[in-house]
C-alpha cells in the first residue's frame, strides 16, 4: 500500500510542475522587452545646500526688549526712596566672574536642611551654591532657591549716580533645553 501510494503522489506531483511550466506569458514577455529597450531615464542631482553661519547674540548684557524701559522720574525717585548700594569690600565669589545670561542651573543637592543648586558656568564647570552666595557681575545675591529655580537680586546702577535692585531668576535647565 505505501508503495502504490508513493506512486500516486509521484505522479501528481509531475502534472503539477508541468502544468506550471507553460507558457501564456507572451504579452509579459513583451512588455518586459519593450521597457527594457527603452533608454535609462536620468536622475536630478542632489540640490547643493549653503552652508549655515552660526550667529553670536552680542546685546545679552543690555536690557531686555520685553521689559519696559525705566523712565527718568521714575529713576529719580527710586534714587531719592532707595539707599543701596553695593560693599566695595566684600570679597568676590568665583561666579561673580560671569555675566547672569551665561549661568544655568542644572539641579539640586540637599543635606541635611540645606539645599545647595548646582550652577553652571560659561567653560562648562558645575559649582554649589546656596542662599546669600553672589553670582552674575552686578553683585547677585542668591535670596530664594528651590528645586526648580534660583531668585538672584543684582545691584545695578540706576543711571544717575546710584544703585537699585533688580530681581532675576534663573530656571533649573531641562534636558529639552540643551
Known amino acids: 500500500m505505501p508503495n502504490v501510494f ?5 505522479v501528481v506531483s509531475v502534472i503539477t510542475l508541468t502544468a506550471c511550466g507553460g507558457g501564456g506569458y507572451e504579452d509579459l514577455d513583451d512588455f518586459m522587452a519593450e521597457k527594457k529597450s527603452r533608454p535609462a531615464g536620468l536622475i536630478k542631482p542632489i540640490p ?4 549655515y553661519k552660526a550667529f553670536t547674540y552680542s546685546a545679552s548684557a543690555l536690557r531686555s ?3 519696559r524701559p525705566v523712565e527718568v522720574t521714575e529713576i529719580t525717585r527710586l534714587r531719592m526712596a532707595s539707599n543701596v ?3 566695595p569690600n566684600r570679597t568676590k565669589e568665583y561666579l561673580e566672574q560671569f555675566p547672569l ?10 543635606q541635611g536642611d540645606a539645599l545647595w543648586a548646582l550652577m553652571q558656568d560659561e567653560t562648562g564647570g558645575v559649582h554649589r551654591i546656596k542662599l546669600g552666595d553672589y553670582v552674575g557681575r552686578n ?7 528651590t528645586e ?3 531668585s538672584v ?8 549716580d546710584g544703585w537699585i535692585e533688580r530681581p532675576r531668576t534663573i530656571q533649573l535647565k531641562t534636558i529639552e533645553e540643551e
Open 65 to 67: 526688549p520685553f521689559e
Open 6 to 10: 508513493s506512486k500516486i503522489l509521484l
Open 101 to 110: 545670561d551665561s549661568l544655568s542651573m542644572v539641579g539640586t543637592l540637599q
Open 48 to 51: 547643493v545646500f549653503k552652508a
Open 148 to 150: 526648580t529655580y534660583v
Open 153 to 160: 537680586i543684582e545691584i545695578v546702577p540706576n543711571g544717575v
Open 139 to 145: 553683585h547677585g545675591r542668591i535670596v530664594e532657591s
Open 85 to 87: 548700594k553695593p560693599d
